[in-house]
């Protein structure tokens, strides 16, 4: 449905034209119309009589009497009274019945009297973005919480919205994780011993604890990691367990807060980073530090 202040300034718009036919108004149309600040002023008001005679340099309030008497005589439809008040400002008082009749009508809308957009575009909304093997904290409810609103709020209004879950899943803590499990929890990589997204927590722990303090573990964690990223099937595997046991984890708190979410986590990108490496090698912005490409 239509609101109000829309109606307005078409009514408003169409009269500025039909008042200066042969004057150049495109950067002062539409009407501007806004909601008053105060009773007093009326409902809302209409600005345009200061712009337009700024740039035709005429007296403004002439302008918004001219205005006004013209719309005076057209058809005011739900419009109670016009005044023209201060410099130019033309007040506008809407009738009771008008008022009431279209608070009924939101009332029984769906969608309130919210109109939908003319123009449908895509809008990504990235939220919560939770690290696999970690719990959620604060901070990412807040994001989940902050995202799933913005997301509901364009999609209301007829967007074709992603909701983009930007996972972290890749990296070195993975090699160490996996190499700790492989060895400490074998079982579970197997899928033979049942754990949860908190167990997953205690034994990344675990395992960076055993990362910083043993050498020996930290390079097997590191070739797990390389062997991760080469797509070793085993490595991939139980990379692939991990996951699965932090999203039901996930899950639980999506699915108490109604969140939905479209996973694309940081594995997403490890196809095409050779790629990345490759035109930036070409454009000379490598640098080699400890034997990696930066």
Not at 64 to 73: F, R, S, T
Not at 93 to 107: G, M, R, V
Not at 139 to 149: A, F
Not at 239 to 266: A, H, M, N, P
Request: aromatic share 8%; net charge neutral.
């Amino acid at each position: 449905m239509e609101n109000i202040a829309e109606m307005l300034k078409q009514q408003a718009s169409a009269i500025i034209k039909e008042i200066f036919p042969n004057v150049d108004l495109s950067l002062l149309l539409p009407a501007e119309i806004t909601q008053s600040t105060q009773l007093e002023f009326g409902h809302y008001q209409c600005n345009s009589a200061m712009k337009i005679a700024k740039a035709l340099k005429r007296n403004p309030r002439e302008i918004a009497e001219h205005i006004v008497e013209k719309w005076k005589k057209e058809k005011m439809g739900s419009i109670a009274s016009l005044e023209v008040a201060g410099p130019g400002f033309i007040n506008i008082l809407i009738t009771s019945e008008s008022l009431s009749k279209d608070l009924t009508q939101i009332i029984q809308d769906p969608r309130l009297g919210v109109p939908k957009i003319s123009q449908k575009k895509r809008v990504i909304v990235e939220f919560s973005s939770p690290n696999v093997a970690k719990e959620l904290h604060v901070g990412h409810l807040r994001s989940t919480i902050i995202g799933e609103s913005l997301a509901r709020l364009f999609e209301f209004i007829g967007h074709d919205v992603i909701r983009l879950n930007h996972v972290g899943d890749w990296g070195t803590q993975f090699g160490m994780l996996i190499c700790y499990l492989k060895e400490k929890e074998p079982d579970v990589l197997l899928g033979v011993k049942k754990a949860d997204l908190s167990s997953l927590m205690g034994w990344y722990r675990a395992s960076k604890v055993l990362f910083d303090a043993d050498p020996d573990f930290k390079k097997r964690a590191q070739l797990q990691v390389i062997a991760l990223q080469s797509g070793d099937p085993s490595t991939f595997q139980s990379w692939e367990k991990i996951c699965e046991i932090s999203r039901r984890g996930f899950q639980e708190i999506y699915d108490y807060l109604d969140v939905s979410l479209t996973e694309r986590g940081e594995s997403f990108y490890n196809e095409m980073l050779p790629e990345i490496i490759a035109d930036f090698e070409k454009k000379g912005l490598i640098t080699i530090s400890g034997g990696a490409k930066c």
